[in-house]
């Protein structure tokens, strides 16, 4: 097919479950694409001779190659393909922000729609799973060194895969019950549905990484016992941002208020989702107010919708264009009926003589002048003040570091917010100790926290070859 004919096919759109049936389940919202759709998609591909989507892509995927093995139909191997450098194909196909990544820098995107590469990711990752294609890697013999991972997210999971390969052992040490980290505890089934998650982990498994759950590393066993007394050669510590933050206004201790990181781990550990079979009925008929903009706030947002509340809406400070939320996401909340009282800002919530929230005091924001952020500053208007009737609140105004392990570690350097400071291969200031993902970072993507992963894992695998 020439150039003029690729430029000829549309970009093809993905079919999704209809907005009003959609909010009342909790399956997933896109539908994934069929082989056929997937080989007309991929066939737009231009096969640039330097493909500029592979710059845009942080762990290096071989877009145009995987896209070229969509267009031959041998999808198991286009799978294949992704995994080489991405262990987490079928998660990244759903969750990546795409548009300001590989799809960004896609060069068709400067005369027509970008190759649509997150979703012909998912399809084939799918494809391969589905139909029992996925195949254990081969292992380099075992080298006798042992590492051990703290903490089962993205940079987690993709550190132990990488290093597995290399001939190490490697075991996870998980907080929580469940592996994933936000995969599992954060981003809701119908986003990501748990048994993908459990599917890529369950692959780390099989090609040999041990997973301890339930083990809060700081305090059942600090990371001075793993190094002395468990005698692991190297340790990476991949433990995320999950401590949430408050706004600090009166009345955030009342009944009925949340963190959007407990809420959402009610919804997902707990499994608020699958209500009535488990009875955590945590939005029944209640009016829903969300505070906050991103990701975790559309995903509050519409858990609660799905969970029987009779209204939800989105209270944030800035204007639309400024929500740091994927477009995407905004969309599909509004599609769903979600209310959004932008310019707004919480400054009191009030409660009844149970101390239960009845209501939100807010005031109205105008925008100033950009501030460090680069985007322009709220202002509040002065007597604007109004009321929002609910008896639900959730704060989902950004989280921080969590102390608990780096305060069992005094010589741990940490930056003046509590992050581990590690240089870009996740060398931190001590000796046999990596760090990566969020701890590092701050809240970022799954994909950047991947990133870190695959490069400390090489700097490890370098550190334990210069030791021997
Ligand atoms: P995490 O995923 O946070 O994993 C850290 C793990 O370490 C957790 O399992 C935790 O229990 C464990 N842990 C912590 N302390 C200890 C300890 N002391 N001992 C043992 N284990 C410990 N990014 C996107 O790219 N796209 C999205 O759509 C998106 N949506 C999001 C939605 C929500 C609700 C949230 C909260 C985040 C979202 N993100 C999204 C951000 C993304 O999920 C994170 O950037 C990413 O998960 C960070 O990976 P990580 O491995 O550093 O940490
Ligand atoms: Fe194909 Fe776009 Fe990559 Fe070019 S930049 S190789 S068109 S995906």
Known sequence: MDVKDKLKIPRQEMPEQDPRVRAKNFLEVPLGYSPKTAQLEAQRCLNCKVPKCMGGCPVGVKIPEFLKLIVDGDFAAAARKIKETNALPAVCG????????????????????????????????????????????????????KVAVVGSGPSGLTVAGDLIKLGYKVTI???????????????????????????????????????????VIGASRTVEDLMKKDGYDAIYLGVGAGLPRFMNIEGENLSYVYSANEYLTRINLMKAYLYPQHYTPIALGRNVTVVGGGNVTMDSARCALRTGAKSVTVVYRRAREQMPARAEEIHHAEQEGIIFNLLSNPVELIGDEHGTVKTMKCIKMELGEPDESGRRRPIPIEGSEFIIETDLVIMSIGASANPLLTSTMPALELNKWGYIVADEKGKTSMKGIFAGGDIVTGAATV??????????????????????
Not at 180 to 202: D, M, T
Not at 462 to 467: G, I, Q, T
């Open 94 to 145: 759903r969750v990546c922000p795409q548009e300001s990544q590989c799809e960004e820098t896609c060069i068709l995107g400067k005369k027509k729609d970008p190759i649509a590469i997150g979703r012909l990711e998912r399809f084939v990752a799918d494809y391969e799973r589905e139909n029992n294609l996925i195949k254990i890697p081969k292992k380099l013999p075992p080298n006798g060194k």
């Open 173 to 215: 040490f998980e907080a929580l019950h469940k592996p994933g980290g936000v995969l599992i505890y954060g981003i809701p089934e119908f986003r990501l549905p748990k048994a993908i998650v459990e599917s890529e982990v369950n692959y780390l498994v099989k090609q040999g990484v041990k997973l301890e759950l339930n083990k």
């Open 447 to 468: 994909i950047s926290a991947m990133g870190a992963g695959k490069k400390a894992a090489c700097a490890i695998d370098n550190y334990l070859k210069s030791k021997k």
